[in-house]
């Protein structure tokens, strides 16, 4: 028996979409399927209110196995969520990052009196790990929410627009910079879109918008 076969043996690993225990650097057979049947066919996301958005794209749907993975990552997954899922994303971020000449990822803020409701922020992880992965900054402090927003996926567009409205604030120099912010679900993207508004406002360059997963 090598030694990872004998970790694995004491620390099974896990599957990333459903908790269940898997072999080393694979989905569980239940999943394998499910997560390809939800890959996106176009990876850009294009919806209406996104103009300041030099890009918005995502790798799955979300739905089916996919939700349930998000899920399942924000509540009791995200070890196995965070280590695996990199590699399931479908298109190249070395080349996004070195072709947008990016200099810092941030995740979505979220508004402090959220802080008790989270064990921890699934966005953040993931931006906390790409930027480890491919040598970038990670600036947890660069946008604030400074709002407490109603929940956005109660609302129309005109009132996500309205709910939305100077909720995020800029706390450094970004003029000049390019930057990505990385979520876990965009849906329409008019939380992106008002991030990026308030860097653009503040000078940045470009904003390009990174989400694992499409609520379409």
């Given at each position: 028996?090598?030694?990872?076969?004998?970790?694995?043996?004491?620390?099974?690993?896990?599957?990333?979409?459903?908790?269940?225990?898997?072999?080393?650097?694979t989905?569980?057979?239940?999943?394998?399927?499910?997560?390809?049947?939800?890959?996106?066919?176009?990876?850009?996301?294009?919806?209406?209110?996104?103009?300041?958005?030099?890009?918005?794209?995502?790798?799955?749907?979300?739905?089916?196995?996919?939700?349930?993975?998000?899920?399942?990552?924000?509540?009791?997954?995200?070890?196995?969520?965070?280590r695996d899922?990199?590699?399931?994303?479908?298109?190249?971020?070395?080349?996004?990052?070195?072709?947008?000449?990016?200099?810092?990822?941030?995740?979505?803020p979220?508004?402090?009196?959220k802080?008790?409701?989270?064990?921890?922020?699934?966005?953040?992880?993931?931006?906390?790990?790409?930027?480890?992965?491919?040598?970038?900054?990670?600036?947890?402090?660069?946008?604030?929410?400074?709002?407490?927003?109603?929940?956005?996926?109660?609302?129309?567009?005109?009132?996500?627009?309205?709910?939305?409205?100077?909720?995020?604030?800029?706390?450094?120099?970004?003029?000049?910079?390019?930057?990505?912010?990385?979520?876990?679900?965009?849906?329409?993207?008019?939380?992106?879109?008002?991030?990026?508004?308030?860097?653009?406002?503040?000078?940045?360059?470009?904003?390009?918008?990174?989400?694992?997963?499409?609520?379409?």
């Open positions: 028996m090598d030694k990872y076969n004998f970790i694995d043996l004491i620390f099974p690993q896990k599957c990333m979409f459903c908790g269940r225990v898997k072999k080393r650097d989905l569980c057979e239940y999943c394998t399927s499910r997560v390809e049947n939800s890959r996106m066919i176009s990876n850009i996301i294009n919806e209406k209110n996104i103009k300041n958005l030099d890009e918005c794209i995502a790798s799955f749907y979300y739905e089916d196995i996919v939700k349930i993975g998000i899920h399942h990552a924000k509540f009791k997954n995200c070890e196995s969520f965070i899922f990199i590699k399931y994303i479908d298109f190249d971020l070395d080349k996004i990052f070195k072709r947008n000449e990016i200099h810092e990822i941030i995740s979505m979220f508004h402090k009196s802080l008790y409701n989270k064990d921890y922020d699934l966005p953040q992880e993931m931006a906390v790990e790409i930027a480890k992965k491919y040598n970038l900054e990670y600036n947890k402090i660069l946008v604030e929410k400074i709002k407490r927003t109603k929940n956005q996926h109660d609302l129309s567009q005109q009132e996500r627009k309205d709910n939305l409205k100077n909720a995020f604030r800029v706390n450094q120099e970004v003029k000049g910079k390019n930057v990505v912010i990385i979520d876990d679900i965009v849906t329409t993207g008019c939380s992106m879109e008002e991030v990026a508004a308030a860097l653009k406002r503040k000078g940045a360059n470009k904003v390009i918008g990174i989400a694992f997963a499409h609520n379409r």
